[in-house]
T-cell receptor
């Protein structure tokens, strides 16, 4: 299995508070992705990174920011959490050439 | 517009029966196509992929998929389903634009009856 960890695995937070989710990889892959999974929507891309300090928006980026200061870490921040951001968040990595993405175990976030 | 459609939200089959999960895509270029499986509470695992060549591809766990360009489809099949195949299945298109991004379908949840 690809070495991808996500932390925390579960989090409950209140509306309006900032939240940061961490994705850590040990594969030295260039590309990293953050998705959210919601019933009836499948997985939707929030942000992705194509290198250290190189990031771009996905289809559902409003309310989220990301940072990648090291190859191995990709952080997703909700500046002010809202109930609509209650979801399961998945990180994925890819070396690019294979086009395959490998997924982390997910973080279940509940915003009350 | 680029999109992936999985028309069946839920499918129920009996153990030992055959299975076909449908996937249709809309993409202007030659697609890279994937099927992933997600067991409850788990992340996604790659079942198989199609890039080019033989349109019938074999994957793990006895799954196969057939690419049909004329129908813009990439259906997943298994000749005999096992109870452990109960999971959610996602079809995805890899965008060949240098970003290595995917577009996912909304998923099909498979239930297996003993």
């Amino acid at each position: 299995d690809a070495g991808i960890t996500q932390s925390p695995r579960h989090k409950v937070t209140e509306t309006g508070t900032p939240v940061t989710l961490r994705c850590h990889q040990t594969e030295n892959h260039r590309y990293m992705y953050w998705y959210r999974q919601d019933p009836g929507h499948g997985l939707r891309l929030i942000h992705y990174s194509y290198g250290v300090k190189d990031t771009d928006k996905g289809e559902v980026s409003d309310g989220y920011s990301v940072s990648r200061s090291k190859t191995e870490d990709f952080l997703l921040t909700l500046e002010s959490a809202t109930s609509s951001q209650t979801s399961v968040y998945f990180c994925a990595i890819s070396d690019g050439d294979s086009y395959e993405q490998y997924f982390g175990p997910g973080t279940r976030l509940t915003v009350t | 517009a680029q999109s992936v459609t999985q028309p069946d939200i839920h499918i129920t089959v009996s153990e030992g029966a055959s299975l076909e999960l449908r996937c249709n895509y809309s993409y202007g270029a030659t697609p890279y196509l994937f099927w992933y499986v997600q067991s409850p509470g788990q992340g996604l695992q790659l079942l198989l992929k199609y890039f080019s060549g033989d349109t019938l591809v074999q994957g793990i766990k006895g799954f196969e998929a057939e690419f049909k360009r004329s129908q813009s489809s990439f259906n997943l099949r298994k000749p005999s389903v096992h109870w452990s195949d109960a999971a959610e299945y996602f079809c995805a298109v890899g965008l060949t634009s240098g970003t290595y991004k995917y577009i996912f379908g909304t998923g099909t949840r498979l239930k297996v009856l003993a």
